[in-house]
C-alpha cells in the first residue's frame, strides 16, 4: 500500500562485500574528469528517503572515492510513478532509481526498461524471500532499499501492562481485549479516515490470514478466478472493519481525524489499537522518544491461534535502468545498498521499522520495539508479504470503500463486492489473462 491513496550464510555476505569494496576506477566506466563516474540516481521527495539516501550516498562515495552520486528528486504518489515510467519510456532515466518493489514494478515493462540482475553478485547478500517481489517474468531487477514494515495493530504497551492484556492471537481475544480497554474509558480501536488511506488496513493487513486459508488466492486472484465478495477469508477483512464500528470502539471524530492525531492519540494511550504500518513511527521518534519502548506490533488476529502471523510490506528497491551508460559503477553501488554496510548507514539516519531484506543486517539493540515484533514474525516463518506485493490487481478506490465500511454507511459484503468491481480496470489496464 502505497501511503497516498497507496538470511543464505557468510559465503554470501562475504562475496556482497567484496563486490562493495572492490576497486572503483577498472570498472570500465570513466568520465571525462581523471577516472571519476558519476552516477544519477533519482529518489522520490519524503522526507525518510531523502534522509536515509543521503546516508547510503555519503558511507558510499566515502567507501569509493572514484564514484560520485547525484541525486535527484520526483513528487511522490501518482504524480511521481508518472515521471518514472515517462522517463524509461523515453530513455532518460537516471542510471539508478528508487521506486516500489512488488505489483508497481510491472507497470515499468522491467525486461525492456531494466538491467537484468539475475545471478548477478550484485545479489548475493539479498535475502531469498525477498527476490519474488523485483521479479518479473522470472528475472530480478532489483535490491531491497530501507527495511521492511509490518501491517496490523500498533498497540500501547503500557496500557496493556496496566490492564493484564495479552497480544491476541485470535479475533475473539482481540475483542475481549477491545471490551476491557473501553470498560476502562479509553478508545480501543483508533481511526483516522480524514486520511482516507489509512482506513484500508483491516483489509489490507488481512492477507497472511487469508493466504493461510487459502493459499492459492493471490494467484487465483490474478487470474480472476477468486474474488473478495465470494471468499469468505478475503471478506473477512471488510467484517472486522465494520464490527470495530458497530462495537463503538472507535475514537470520537474518527471521521475528521488524520494520521497524526492518531499517532497522539495512541502515544499518549488515550488509544490503545491503530490498524496501521510500522512505518509510520520514525517521523515521531524525536518528539515522542517514548514510541521506542511504549509502541509495539501484532499481526491482525484471524480465527485461529495456531495460524497467527502478520502481513509484511517489504521494503522499495533501488533499480537499475538498461540505458545507464555506467553500468559497473551502477552495479556496485546496489552491491553496497543491499548490503550490512550499506543498512547500518540506513539505520544511522532514519530507524528502522522492520528487519533490513539482507543477509548479515541486524537490527541495533535499541530497534523500536514495533520493528522488533515485525522481526519475530519473519523470524518465526508466520509473515507473508501483503497482496499487492505478489498480485498486480488492485482498485483505486479501495480506501473510499473502507471509509464507507468503517464508517457504517455501507455493508461489509457490499463493500467486498464493490473492491471487487473496482480492480477490473485496473486488470484489464495491465492485459492480464482472464479479464
Not at 106 to 135: I, Y
Request: hydrophobic share 40%.
Amino acid at each position: 500500500m502505497q501511503t497516498s491513496h497507496r538470511k543464505l550464510g557468510a559465503a554470501l555476505v562475504a562475496l556482497s562485500l567484496a563486490a562493495v569494496t572492490a576497486c572503483g576506477s577498472g570498472d570500465g566506466d570513466t568520465s571525462a574528469g581523471g577516472g571519476t563516474v558519476t552516477l544519477s540516481f533519482l529518489i522520490d521527495n519524503s522526507e525518510p528517503t531523502v534522509a536515509t539516501v543521503k546516508a547510503i550516498v555519503d558511507a558510499f562515495q566515502k567507501a569509493n572515492p572514484t564514484i560520485k552520486i547525484e541525486t535527484e528528486t520526483r513528487p511522490q504518489g501518482t504524480e511521481g510513478d508518472n515521471v518514472v515510467k515517462t522517463r524509461l519510456s523515453t530513455g532518460e532515466m537516471t542510471d539508478v532509481f528508487w521506486y516500489n518493489s512488488g505489483s508497481l514494478l510491472q507497470a515499468l515493462n522491467p525486461g525492456q526498461t531494466l538491467e537484468d540482475l539475475t545471478g548477478d553478485p550484485v545479489l548475493g547478500s539479498v535475502e531469498k524471500s525477498f527476490l519474488p517481489v523485483v521479479t518479473q517474468g522470472g528475472k530480478v531487477f532489483g535490491v531491497p532499499a530501507g527495511s521492511a514494515a509490518g501491517g496490523g495493530i500498533l498497540y500501547n504497551r503500557k496500557v496493556y501492562a496496566e490492564l493484564g492484556l495479552q497480544v491476541p492471537k485470535t479475533w475473539a481475544e482481540f475483542i475481549a481485549n477491545n471490551e476491557k480497554i473501553k470498560a476502562s474509558g479509553r478508545t480501543a480501536v483508533i481511526s483516522t479516515f480524514k486520511d482516507t488511506w489509512t482506513s484500508q488496513l483491516f483489509v489490507l493487513a488481512d492477507f497472511y490470514n487469508v493466504q493461510a486459508a487459502v493459499p492459492a488466492f493471490a494467484r487465483d486472484y490474478t487470474a480472476n478466478k477468486a474474488k473478495y465478495a465470494t471468499t469468505p477469508a478475503a471478506a473477512a477483512g471488510f467484517g472486522r472493519l465494520a464490527e470495530v464500528h458497530q462495537k463503538g470502539y472507535l475514537n470520537k471524530g474518527f471521521g475528521s481525524a488524520v494520521l497524526d492525531d492518531g499517532l497522539k492519540l495512541l502515544v499518549e494511550g488515550k488509544g490503545v489499537h491503530y490498524p496501521m504500518l510500522t512505518l509510520v513511527l520514525p517521523p515521531i521518534l524525536a518528539k515522542s522518544p517514548q514510541v521506542a519502548k511504549d509502541i509495539g506490533f501484532f499481526g491482525i488476529p484471524g480465527d485461529d491461534p495456531a495460524k497467527h502471523g502478520a502481513t509484511i510490506w517489504e521494503p522499495a528497491a533501488v533499480y537499475i535502468a538498461t540505458t545507464t551508460k555506467r553500468l559497473d559503477a551502477a552495479k556496485k553501488f546496489l552491491a553496497f545498498v543491499a548490503s550490512p554496510a550499506g543498512t547500518a548507514a540506513m539505520t544511522a539516519a532514519v530507524p528502522p521499522t522492520g528487519p533490513y531484506r539482507v543477509v548479515g543486517a541486524t537490527l541495533p539493540a535499541d530497534a523500536m520495539q514495533a520493528a522488533k515484533d515485525v522481526q519475530a514474525y519473519i523470524d518465526d516463518q508466520i509473515s507473508a508479504p501483503a497482496l499487492e506485493f505478489v498480485s498486480p490487481v488492485k482498485g483505486p478506490s479501495l480506501e473510499q470503500i473502507t471509509v464507507a465500511v468503517g464508517s457504517g454507511l455501507t455493508a461489509p459484503a457490499e463493500g467486498a463486492a464493490q473492491y471487487d468491481k473496482d480492480v477490473e480496470k485496473q486488470a484489464k489496464q495491465l492485459g492480464l489473462p482472464g479479464w
